[in-house]
């Protein structure tokens, strides 16, 4: 007969970890393009403690009008102020030179878009799943 297989907790644990790495992308404007014409667009994970905006993920330059009313307007401010955000060779966006963890899926998106966001919604799989639905798969 064959002996069943047991799992141990390493083998959990790599497994737990293993399903917080699906990546998540948001998409910039749509006219926030690379040479090859695909949309800039921002990286994310989940991670045990929440949310990590990944390093080399492309940032929003132009404030909407509304941001400053809302509660992710400081810590974009911020932010800009630790200088995490450098230069790129695309027109209207930065580049994250660090990654940043959040607790929140939508601050990440408005620190990103620089506007409020539904960051469940907004943030999606390579093959277009939400964020919302990956969690409550």
């Given at each position: 007969?064959?002996?069943?297989i047991?799992?141990?907790?390493?083998?959990?644990?790599?497994?737990?970890?293993?399903?917080?790495?699906?990546?998540?992308?948001?998409?910039?404007?749509?006219?926030?393009?690379?040479?090859?014409q695909?949309?800039?667009?921002?990286?994310?994970?989940?991670?045990?403690?929440?949310y990590?905006?990944?390093?080399?993920?492309?940032?929003?330059?132009?404030?909407?009008?509304?941001?400053?009313?809302?509660?992710?307007?400081?810590?974009?401010?911020?932010?800009?102020?630790?200088?995490?955000?450098?230069?790129?060779?695309?027109?209207?966006?930065?580049?994250?030179?660090?990654?940043?963890?959040?607790?929140?899926?939508?601050a990440?998106a408005?620190?990103?878009?620089?506007?409020?966001?539904?960051?469940?919604?907004?943030?999606?799989t390579?093959?277009?799943?939400?964020?919302?639905?990956?969690?409550?798969?």
């Open positions: 007969t064959i002996p069943p047991v799992q141990t907790q390493e083998d959990e644990s790599k497994e737990a970890k293993q399903t917080l790495t699906e990546t998540f992308y948001l998409n910039l404007t749509s006219d926030r393009i690379d040479q090859s695909n949309i800039l667009k921002a990286k994310l994970i989940i991670t045990e403690n929440g990590r905006l990944l390093k080399d993920s492309y940032i929003e330059i132009v404030e909407r009008k509304s941001f400053p009313q809302t509660t992710y307007y400081t810590l974009r401010k911020k932010l800009e102020n630790q200088q995490v955000f450098v230069k790129c060779p695309f027109e209207g966006v930065y580049q994250l030179n660090q990654d940043i963890d959040f607790n929140s899926s939508s990440a408005a620190i990103v878009k620089n506007r409020s966001v539904n960051g469940p919604k907004e943030w999606k390579s093959s277009g799943m939400t964020l919302d639905e990956w969690e409550n798969k």
